[in-house]
């Protein structure tokens, strides 16, 4: 995979598409190693901001097409959290014009053992502008959530709108930032901002992050202050 596209698809994927999908990605298997302080993900830690180990395993053909599999531990403040979550997922990537990429990706979350049947589905739609911003909207149609202060709601819609952006510094270093909107309404009657901000290096099949979270008052009145709060993060993610 070159090195465009494993940046675009590690900016703008949802979880499982860590590494796949990219419109410039060379065809055949591939794949990631990730260790991380903290796995967040829309704002939220996943693992109630312990560490996390992740993998991804994917093929992409020449047509534009890929699949793959991701998995991570997590550990939700709900009782009888799971302690496993992975992702298998389906879509088709496209360069539209000299200057943009599209894609649209299906992605099933998956979590073994848990009490309150967290599995959902989601479709994501996203496009690329030379590889430095990047737009993202997801639509789930049967989302299941704990909340810290509303209990849990089952199969209920979720919609994400997201805005990443990235710029090439020097010796390897890039300064990356994004924002999203998550709406959950359909679950809770609430919805949330959250933003991130930090570097990037990159050495051959290496990647550094330093990242920076924040999230808005609301996300910590839904799932609470250890999974919704603002902090640093640092990931290393091996490519192969």
Do not use: C
């Given at each position: 995979?070159?090195?465009r ?12 598409l ?12 591939g794949?990631s190693?990730?260790v991380t ?8 830690s ?18 534009g097409?890929?699949a ?13 959290s ?21 894609r649209v990706?299906v992605?099933?979350?998956g ?8 599995d959902?589905?989601?479709l ?7 590889n ?13 959530r704990?909340?810290?202060?509303y209990g ?25 930032a ?14 949330y901002?959250a ?7 990159g050495y ?6 330093v990242?920076y979270?924040?999230?808005?008052g609301?996300a910590r ?8 709060r603002?902090?640093?993060v640092?990931?290393?993610l091996?490519?192969?």
């Open positions: 995979m070159s090195a596209g494993r940046f675009a698809a590690v900016i703008i994927g949802a979880a499982g860590a590494v796949a999908g990219s419109a410039s990605a060379d065809p055949g298997f794949g190693v990730v302080t903290d796995y967040v993900f829309r704002g939220l996943q693992t109630q901001n312990d560490g996390a180990i992740q993998a991804d395993l994917h093929y992409q053909w020449l047509a097409w890929f793959g599999a991701w998995a991570s531990n997590v550990r939700f403040e709900a009782p009888d799971p302690n496993r979550e992975y992702n298998l997922y389906l879509g088709y990537a496209r360069q539209l014009t000299a200057d943009w990429s599209g990706a992605v099933h979350y979590y073994p053992g848990d009490a309150i049947d967290y959902y589905d989601e994501a739609v996203s496009t690329d502008y030379q430095r911003l990047f737009l993202t909207v997801a639509w789930s149609p049967n989302v299941s704990y909340s810290y202060n849990a709601a089952h199969h209920r819609a979720e919609i994400s709108y997201e805005i990443n952006g990235r710029q090439p510094l020097k010796y390897g270093v890039s300064a990356a994004g924002g999203g909107y998550y709406d959950l309404t359909d679950l809770f009657g609430r919805s901002w933003a991130n901000g930090g570097l990037v290096y051959r099949d290496f990647q550094l992050d990242t979270y924040w999230v808005s609301e009145d839904i799932f609470g202050p250890t999974a919704a603002d902090h640093w640092a990931t290393l091996w490519r192969f």
